[in-house]
């Protein structure tokens, strides 16, 4: 009992913490995923608001009358130096102005190089075009770098690091770069387009949008030394711009993307929101594209969490979690425990009275102390084993009462066969003589009628001599294979028409295909007889008799039931009824020998006689003989 309910407790225990465990473990990383693809989405806003506020800053300086009135005046030389200023003052990398043609008027950034169009530039020709403000992040090549300046094309310029897991590449360098341009056109007072102002600031190594974003989102914290979160900006799948930290503490300009990611994001344009592993730590990363005026994907834009943090939490919560389940599984052990051994001892207590009660050992009582089901069935068992004792105590009494009834009828026997012996010589003269002097006697001689009764008497006595001597035969039984429903319907042929049956119903119930009993016929006869003589005699007026034969519930005999309706037997009388000479008829109707003569046979043929009897109301005489092979 202990051990199944132990083992109950330890797998449910195990599936717990296992099933436990897995859920903390995907419900910890699920969230983290959550968090970093929020994260994206503040990157973008980030990264969006950069764009803008270039535009703002460009829309407004190409306000400014100072330009208008120099493009109307066509006086340049003032003019590029005020922009210059401009250009400084708002820290952009590029501020270049054209005129309603696209041509180069004025750049600032390298003043000797002008007069070039810039009409086929994408986002000049769609300032040109809808004379609107356009911002939009854009690729350079690195002809066009150099015009504006030969340190803005260096800046750009990037050297390819060996990366695992990326894209293999023959290129060992980028020297285009990524910009984040914005153009604004310039409109006379009659409102015509006089030129436009673009300005751009140079992605590659300018680390404000991703430092923004790790400040605003991140708040830069830190967890055992390294960046909680890390964003980055890609031109293609390199990394151009970004706060991931190489071993040796530079920022990871130049590696690239995963190949994996690189499909997914530049290829198919979707984003991807799954574990990374980014330079030299494992990330919880999300990446999407960057897109140009032309809805080409240009780069992607990335954040990630630092996987060790949200896998040191999973640790720590699946070792708490741990702890508990194993503080409750040992718990639940010690309880159990104590519940089992709680119904263990008294159950152990039963199995030794059981034990006790087997051995004999009546007397011996269960000891409750406690009150509840155990309790009961203790005291269930103890009356159990009192009314056992009482039982066996009557069957003892009755045992007895067999033995000695038995002893006393074979004790009888002999006496009477002695006795029977003894007077049958004597009375076999008596007869003889009678009988001779009967017939030496004339018939008006008055002494020939006290001769007659002697003669009668002396008949009558042999009679009762030769019942004795019935009921003591010491001589076995003549057996043969019989059927008892046969002896018994010889039995009935003979008594049925005899005047005493005349009121009386005899009722069969004969057990078919009852086995066969070895019996002496002739005798068993003669016991069913005096049976049923009995019973005609006991029944005053009408009344039934009713015969069953069957097999008995032990299956090892046949049993004959004969039950009248008659007048019963006292219980004095009952003990005494199969004791010879017993007769409750007046003298001369019974001998009182046909029970103790039919015990006799009975007793020869191994079988037994019993009976059960409410006066007033009937009899039942039971009698039972072994089958063939029990004997
Ligand atoms: N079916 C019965 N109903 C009532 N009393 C019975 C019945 N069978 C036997 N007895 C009682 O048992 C006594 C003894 O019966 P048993 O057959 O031995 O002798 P009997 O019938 O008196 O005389 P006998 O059989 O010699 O003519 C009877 O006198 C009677 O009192
Ligand atoms: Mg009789």
Request: charged share 25%.
């Amino acid at each position: 009992m202990i051990i199944s309910s132990l083992t109950v407790i330890i797998i449910c225990g195990l599936v717990a913490t296992l099933v436990g465990t897995r859920l903390i473990g995907t419900g910890i990383i699920r969230q983290a995923q959550d968090k970093v693809r929020i994260d994206l989405n503040s990157a973008r806003e980030i990264y969006r608001q950069e764009g803008e506020d270039l535009k703002d800053k460009v829309r407004l300086s190409a306000l400014r009358f100072f330009i208008k009135d120099a493009l109307l005046k066509n006086d340049l030389g003032v003019l590029t130096e005020e922009l210059a200023k401009i250009r400084k003052a708002e820290s952009f990398d590029i501020l270049t102005l054209t005129d309603s043609s696209g041509r180069v008027l004025i750049r600032t950034r390298n003043p000797l190089v002008s007069g070039d169009s810039q009409a086929n530039d994408d986002l000049v020709s769609r300032v040109l075009s809808s004379e609107q403000a356009v911002v939009a992040a854009v690729i350079v090549q690195a002809e066009e770098l150099r015009k504006e300046g030969a340190d803005l094309a260096e800046q750009a310029c990037i050297d390819f690091i060996p990366t695992p897991k990326a894209k293999p590449t023959q290129e060992v360098r980028q020297t285009s770069g990524m910009m984040m341009k914005a153009g604004a056109p310039i409109h006379g007072y009659d409102g015509s387009l006089l030129g436009i102002l673009y300005a751009g600031k140079l992605i590659n190594r300018n680390y404000k949008i991703v430092d923004k974003v790790k400040d605003t989102v991140y708040q830069a914290v830190k967890y055992k030394g390294k960046d909680i979160g890390t964003a980055t900006i890609f031109q293609g799948d390199l990394r151009i711009s970004t706060n991931v930290m190489r071993q040796d503490g530079t920022r990871a300009i130049g590696t690239r993307v995963s190949e994996e990611v690189y499909e997914q994001v530049l290829v198919k344009g979707l984003p991807w929101i799954d574990r990374a592993f980014v330079v030299n730590n494992w990330y919880i990363a999300a990446y999407e594209p960057i897109r140009d005026l032309k809805d080409e994907i240009i780069g992607i834009l990335y954040v990630g969490i630092l996987e060790e943090k949200f896998m040191d939490m999973r640790n720590k919560t699946t070792a708490i979690f741990l702890g508990i389940a194993l503080a409750g599984m040992i718990l639940a052990l010690i309880v159990s425990s104590f519940l089992a051994k709680g119904i263990l001892k008294p159950i152990r207590q039963l199995i030794i009275a059981s034990h006790q009660w087997a051995d004999g050992n009546l007397d011996y009582r269960v000891e409750a102390t406690q009150r509840d089901e155990i309790a009961e069935l203790a005291e269930t068992f103890n009356i159990m084993a009192s009314s056992l004792k009482e039982r066996d105590e009557r069957l003892k009494e009755y045992t007895q009462q067999q033995i000695m009834k038995s002893e006393r009828l074979a004790t009888l026997g002999q006496l009477a066969a002695g006795v029977a012996h003894e007077i049958n010589n004597p009375l076999g003269a008596i007869l003889m003589y009678s009988h001779l002097s009967l017939e030496e006697t004339q018939i008006e001689d008055p002494r020939r009628k006290n001769l007659e009764k002697v003669a009668a008497e002396a008949t009558r006595c042999k009679n009762i001599v030769r019942g004795l001597l019935d009921f003591a035969r010491q001589s076995e039984p003549n057996v043969e294979e019989a059927d008892v429903n046969e002896i018994l319907k010889r039995t009935l042929s003979v008594l049925q028409n005899q005047a005493q049956f005349q009121n009386i119903t005899i009722i069969t119930k004969f057990g078919a295909s009852l086995p066969k009993a070895m019996m002496d016929c002739g005798q068993i006869q003669q016991v069913f007889t005096n049976i049923i003589l009995n019973s005609a005699e006991a029944i005053e007026g009408q009344g039934e008799v009713t015969i069953v034969t069957r097999m008995a519930e032990s299956g090892r005999s046949i049993e004959i039931e004969f039950t009248d309706t008659g007048c019963g037997i006292s219980r004095d009388n009952l003990e005494k009824i199969f004791d010879p000479f017993f007769t409750t008829k007046e003298v001369g109707r019974g001998t009182g020998l046909g029970l103790a003569v039919s015990y006799g046979i009975i007793a020869r043929h191994k079988g037994s006689i019993e009976v059960n009897s409410s006066p007033g109301k009937g009899t039942t005489f039971i009698v039972r003989f072994p089958l063939k092979e029990e004997v």
